[in-house]
């Protein structure tokens, strides 16, 4: 059975530092990982999506790399604003379905 | 982008009564939809793959009769908590990958189901 597991589980930096998250998966049979965010109360925003092929992806602001032999996954997030404090998850798909990291809480203070 | 949408965002009941829960895909087709259920500071948890016109494939330790799932159209599955007890209280999030492609899934916004 897939373990997702996400460090840290909370996070609070000033505005402007540098994001590191950390996610680690016990199946390295995968098919491909993703980062969400999630804002109190909402559902799913997909940020980035990493193949099992692939060893990372960006987007703007946001770069996420992919270690599937050691079954790691990092995201990491330039020069925060308070406008990214949310809850952020990682899900890994193998076979037919998704599974999710507890998720680390962000925020930014301003 | 694709949208999914969630009925209703919020739902307060009394003990034993049965709750619906709609998710619709606005702007795509799904043949597949994922229902989750998501407990405070924790993962979300799979319950179960709706498939459309025919049974849904339940998760280990899902109670199919408690949790019905009807999937009748290629735009809506339907989650319905039957008999609902407090410990039934949670956030329910479905997921939909579009038709044509269903390496990517939508999620919708959530449902807050409070059993007083």
């Known amino acids: 059975k897939q373990e997702v597991t996400q460090i840290p589980a909370a996070l609070s930096v000033p505005e402007g530092e540098n994001l590191v998250l950390n996610c680690s998966f016990t199946?390295?049979?995968?098919?491909?990982l993703q980062w969400f965010r999630q804002d109190p109360g909402k559902g799913l925003t997909s940020l980035l999506l990493?193949?099992?092929?692939?060893r990372e992806q960006t987007s703007g602001r946001l770069n996420a790399s992919l270690d599937k032999s050691s079954g790691r996954s990092t995201l990491y997030i330039a020069a925060s604003q308070p406008g990214d404090s949310a809850t952020y998850l990682c899900?890994?798909?193998?076979?037919?379905?998704?599974?999710f990291g507890a998720g680390t809480t962000v925020t930014v203070r301003a | 982008g694709a949208v999914v949408s969630q009925h209703p965002s919020r739902v307060i009941c009394k003990s034993g009564t049965s709750v619906k829960i709609e998710c619709r895909s606005l702007?795509?087709?799904?043949?597949?939809m994922f229902w989750y259920r998501q407990f405070p500071k924790k993962s979300l948890m799979l319950m179960a793959t709706?498939?459309?016109?025919?049974?849904?494939?339940?998760e280990q330790g899902v109670e199919k009769d408690k949790f019905l799932i009807n999937h009748a159209s290629l735009t809506l599955s339907t989650l319905t908590v039957t008999s609902a007890h407090p410990e039934d209280s949670s956030f329910y999030i479905c997921?939909?990958?579009?038709?044509?492609?269903?390496?990517?899934?939508?999620f919708g916004p959530g449902t807050r189901l409070l059993v007083l």
């Open positions: 997921s939909a990958p579009p038709r044509h492609n269903q390496e990517t899934q939508y």
């Open positions: 199946d390295s049979a995968i098919y491909n």
């Open positions: 990493i193949q099992s092929s692939q």
């Open positions: 899900a890994v798909k193998d076979d037919y379905k998704l599974s």
């Open positions: 702007d795509f087709q799904a043949t597949t």
């Open positions: 709706s498939n459309e016109g025919s049974k849904a494939t339940y």
